[in-house]
């Protein structure tokens, strides 16, 4: 009777330990899994944007000079939308009948002739180099961070009440010789 009334405390103290451990466990379970949630929300995302982006080229109009040939998508940096307008353009063509080409380049530098420029969030500290090589090309240049829209994107995703949005900059879209017919217009956040 003594040995177990030692043992009683002992044996409170590693019952407790276990509790601990295990509501910790539980705990961090559901934090990895509302983590993993978060993740996949956001990684959904990013299948609304070449609907956007497909959208966009019939609603977008390009000089003569950026109708002929492929319609080009250039993506700067790594970016998950890749895998996702890779999809779009290999089941889809433009409503002029182009090709859809997505590429990715690495730097600022390696921008050329395209219809779509797309900087991606982490790239978007680089907007004003990015401009700058643009200069009045007519091409859209499309970012998804919040106030890059004001600084001079032509196309800017945001989340609005839980929903991707996009503001719309004419001016900067003017710069480069653009038009985006009235339809877009209505459906865009006016900068």
């Known amino acids: 009777m003594l040995i177990k009334s030692h043992l009683r405390p002992l044996i409170l103290v590693a019952f407790r330990r276990k509790r601990i451990i295990t509501y910790s466990m539980r705990r961090l379970f559901l934090l990895l899994g ?38 080009q998508i250039l993506v700067l940096g790594d970016s998950p939308i890749i895998k996702e307008l890779g999809n779009m353009a290999s089941a889809k063509k433009t409503p002029d009948n182009r090709t859809i080409v997505v590429t990715k380049i690495q730097s600022p530098n390696e921008i050329k002739k395209c219809n779509v420029l797309f900087v991606p969030l982490g790239k978007s500290k680089l907007l004003a180099e990015v401009l700058g090589k643009v200069g009045n090309q007519s091409i859209l240049v499309i970012t998804e961070e919040e106030g890059l829209g004001a600084k001079g994107s032509n196309i800017n995703f945001i989340v609005k009440d839980g929903k991707l949005a996009f503001e719309l900059n004419q001016s900067s879209l003017s710069k480069q010789n653009l038009k985006a017919s009235n339809e877009l217009a209505r459906l865009a956040i006016q900068i």
């Open 34 to 71: 509302l983590f993993a949630s978060s993740w996949s929300v956001f990684a959904q995302d990013y299948k609304l944007h070449p609907v956007y982006i497909y959208s966009f080229t019939k609603y977008v109009i390009w000089p003569d000079a950026y109708k002929e040939g492929d319609f």
